[in-house]
């Protein structure tokens, strides 16, 4: 039967669109499923401030009468200014394994990226480089950290079927600390801080941390990535934007910021693993779901680091290695041992090096970007 494409337009679309990954991945011990509040807030302009200013559609294919497949269709011009290039980003791309339905969501991305002049289309990514981005291509029996992505092993397979390329790709390492490691980094932090004339920046209380030091955070992010594949200077309200979703969530304990002279030199934000938490969650905070998470807040073995940046004229200094001892070091003495790096561009040399001196280290999951042209008509 022919596959029929749906624009995402009312809110039974919205509702069908995030509800198509739970039923996609029942079952999967592997997968984490998000907050559906939270995917419903993404798909809403009146929350997502991207929604206003990249020109997006949404769609679903239907097949016998049921949703069995979903894509976003967005185009960050900004992005294409930067690279020079005409892109069309596929986005939240999820489906039962099906050729035709897989062949019509790609074509419907494709038409609109050909409406509005694009020549190549290339994803999975989101509206921003801190949107989950990249298809799962390795590491489909580990359990998916929370600002990652989980997908079955055979999305990869279609895409390569349409001809797809590989464009980049993430790395995610799961590291194992030794007390041989937190002693190392007792003994020599301390000694490269104080070469350098560094001082750490004590975060007690969030609020003071959003209000005082967040947009600073965000400056120094843009400035660290801003030569990065994917990655486009953040403005005032898309900072505020992910401000406040990362901010919601972070204890001031894995905030990690240095000073240099009074200024903001480099940071680190991390949380504890909530991907257990959530898979007991199911999608709903409420009833029990927030109880599962504040508890995976405070007692966990595993941490996820999020985000980490150093001002570009201090990237010599190792600062980046510093803050990640000093996360090391807090997760140690809260009882944890366990780094889950979530994804580092291949490309990254410099982010890498940071994990050369551990000793118990393993790539466990891969993610890429796809690419092709956009096929004439």
Known sequence: MTV????VTTKKDIKQFVNLQFRLYKGNKYWVPPI??????????????ALRKFKNKFFLAIKNGQVVGRAGAAINHLYNEKTGKKYVRIIKIEFIDDQEVFDALIKAV???????????????LGFTNLDNQGLLIEGFDRLQPVASVYHHPYYKQHFERLNFEKEEDWI???ITITEDEVKRAERLVPLVMKRFGLKQLEITDMKQAKDKYADTLFEILNE?????????????ELRQYYINKYFSVLNPQYIKVLMKNDELAAFSLAMPSLSKALQKANGHLFPFGFLHIMRALKKNDTLELLLTGVRHKYRTMGLGAIVIALQ???????????????????????VLANWKQYKVKEQHRRRRCYV?????E
């Open 224 to 236: 660290a990535f801003a030569d990065l594949t994917y990655v486009v200077p953040f403005d005032e």
């Open 172 to 174: 995610e390492m799961r």
């Open 328 to 350: 090391q070091n807090t997760l140690w003495n809260n009882g944890g041992k366990y780094f889950e790096t979530t994804g580092m561009l291949e490309s990254n040399k410099a």
């Open 372 to 376: 092709k042209p956009i096929n004439a």
């Open 110 to 124: 494709e038409d609109f990226g050909r409406e509005h002049g694009m020549e190549l289309i290339h994803g999975p």
């Open 36 to 49: 559906k509040s939270d995917e419903y807030h993404y798909l809403d302009p009146k929350h997502n401030p």
């Open 4 to 7: 029929q494409i749906k624009p």
